[in-house]
């Protein structure tokens, strides 16, 4: 196991409905990250927190809210998504800027 | 623009060959290049990491090159094991100091190993 978990593993809901993806890391790490990999397309980064300071907001819609607590919790609440946001989402986190520890990955459908 | 190309998209071997993962970038300023193995339903791991000066990594059955001029990379898998079906995934990191949000990623490349 790399050291950061994800919860829940498989999720599903439908168009209007409230969920929220949680992650945790047990590395010590300062920066944490949320992914969305879909097929046949290269890993996407959503966003990137810094101590708890979100630091970058690459366009995501505003139907992905992230929240980070503290540095080693990190949530994704999702509502009101569309179908064309069923997807892997992965957390990372990393010390600065080294290398990145991956989660397992939720993956999401949305009906 | 900054890209990472991976080929073959796929590969199907059969257990106990040797096979090459082929990366290309257009990535700059550049850092460092890493392989990451993504098993299906699980977070990608890192394999190796190389940096401008290093021409050639190992890990296990894995080994990495590096060829900065012409910005390419392999990654070679030797005498190739069921476990090692996954995908790969070739990362190039931006020279951007501090910044997190730097890492260009390839689409990756599913391997299969047959028995």
């Known amino acids: 196991e790399t050291g950061v978990t994800q919860t829940p593993r498989h999720l599903v809901m439908g168009m209007t409905n409230k969920k929220s993806l949680k992650c945790e890391q047990h590395?010590?790490?300062?920066?944490m990250y949320w992914y969305k990999q879909s097929a046949k397309k290269p890993l996407e980064l959503m966003f990137v927190?810094?101590?708890?300071?979100?630091?970058e907001n690459n366009s995501v819609p505003s139907r992905f809210s992230p929240e980070c607590p503290n540095s080693s919790h990190l949530f994704l609440h999702l509502h009101t998504l569309q179908p064309e946001d069923s997807a892997l989402y992965l957390c990372?986190?990393?010390?600065?800027?080294?290398?990145?520890?991956f989660g397992p990955g939720t993956r999401l459908t949305v009906l | 623009k900054n890209q990472v190309e991976q080929s073959p998209q796929s590969l199907i071997i059969l257990e106990g060959k040797n096979c090459t993962l082929q990366?290309?970038?257009?990535?700059?300023?550049?850092?460092?290049l890493r392989w990451y193995k993504q098993d299906t339903g699980r977070g990608p791991v890192s394999l190796t990491i190389?940096?401008?000066?290093?021409n050639t990594k190992s890990n296990g059955r894995y080994t990495a090159t590096l060829d900065a001029d012409t910005k390419q990379s392999s990654l070679h898998i030797t005498a190739s094991q069921l476990s090692d079906s996954a995908s790969y995934i070739c990362?190039?990191?931006?020279?951007?100091?501090?910044?997190?949000?730097?890492?260009?990623f390839g689409k990756g490349t599913k391997l299969s190993v047959k028995p």
């Open positions: 590395l010590g790490h300062n920066a």
């Open positions: 190389m940096t401008f000066s290093e």
């Open positions: 990372a986190s990393s010390r600065g800027g080294y290398e990145q520890f």
């Open positions: 990362v190039v990191s931006l020279n951007y100091g501090g910044s997190q949000g730097n890492l260009i």
């Open positions: 990366c290309n970038y257009t990535v700059s300023p550049f850092s460092n």
């Open positions: 927190y810094n101590f708890k300071e979100q630091t």
